[in-house]
């Protein structure tokens, strides 16, 4: 079982939709969680960053982490084609007090949203 | 905002020969640097980790002779693909670090060997 899973899709939904993209994972170490945005050939940026269990709200972007069943979302409201990417999640595990955090990612959903 | 720096976005070179990529993070010293490779339609591997005036931490599996890592400075760190062969083609990605929680991506490389 790898440590971060989520569902590669792709997804397709019509512009001003709800869109829901989640990972699971194993590792209970795992005590923040982000969710990137990548552009086609392009590095990954940053958009949502949590630490705690609840709802993290920013814009039009909720990001969700439920620990209890190892469970994080990311929920994209009013979707617009510039939306369009490949979302991946991504934890941290690492030693407190150390310098090497290294981050997990999950594969990528493709999402595109269609005018 | 914290920038970084990668170049070049793209190369290709011919099997056996060695390319070097750069990353540079322009305006924060980036304590930590980490070394991903990316294929089509797959997530960010992590290659490495380096430290800067220390030696990389390579993940299993990855050769360390042949993806030879320099973090001389707080501000740069290269990757060098030796002796190149076509699996090695992929898309190379370096994050920037300044500290817990803080990574910053550089724009990738694509790289071909052809």
């Known amino acids: 079982q790898k440590e971060v899973e989520q569902d590669p899709g792709p997804l397709s939904v019509p512009e001003g939709a709800i869109v829901s993209l989640n990972c699971t994972y194993s590792?209970?170490?795992?005590?923040?969680f982000m969710w990137y945005r990548q552009y086609s050939r392009k590095g990954p940026e940053l958009l949502m960053y949590?630490?705690?269990?609840g709802n993290k709200e920013d814009g039009r972007f909720t990001a969700q982490v439920d620990k209890s069943s190892k469970y994080i979302s990311l929920f994209i409201r009013d979707s617009q084609p510039s939306d369009s990417a490949t979302y991946l999640c991504a934890m941290i595990t690492g030693q407190s007090g150390g310098s090497n955090y290294k981050l997990t990612f999950g594969k990528g959903t493709l999402l595109t949203v269609n005018p | 905002g914290a920038v970084v720096s990668q170049h070049p976005s793209w190369v290709i070179c011919k099997s056996g020969t060695s390319v070097k990529i750069e990353c540079r993070s322009l305006?924060?010293?980036?304590?930590?640097m980490f070394w991903y490779r990316q294929f089509p339609k797959q997530s960010l591997m992590l290659m490495a980790t380096?430290?800067?005036?220390?030696?990389?931490?390579?993940e299993q599996g990855v050769e360390k002779d042949k993806f030879l890592i320099n973090h001389a400075s707080l501000t740069l760190s290269t990757l060098t693909v030796t002796s190149a062969h076509p699996e090695d083609s992929s898309f190379y990605i370096c994050?920037?670090?300044?500290?817990?929680?803080?990574?910053?991506f550089g724009s990738g490389t694509r790289l071909t060997v052809v």
């Open positions: 590792n209970s170490a795992f005590q923040y």
């Open positions: 305006d924060f010293q980036a304590t930590t």
């Open positions: 380096s430290n800067e005036g220390s030696k990389a931490t390579y």
């Open positions: 949590t630490y705690s269990s």
């Open positions: 994050s920037a670090s300044q500290g817990f929680g803080g990574y910053t």
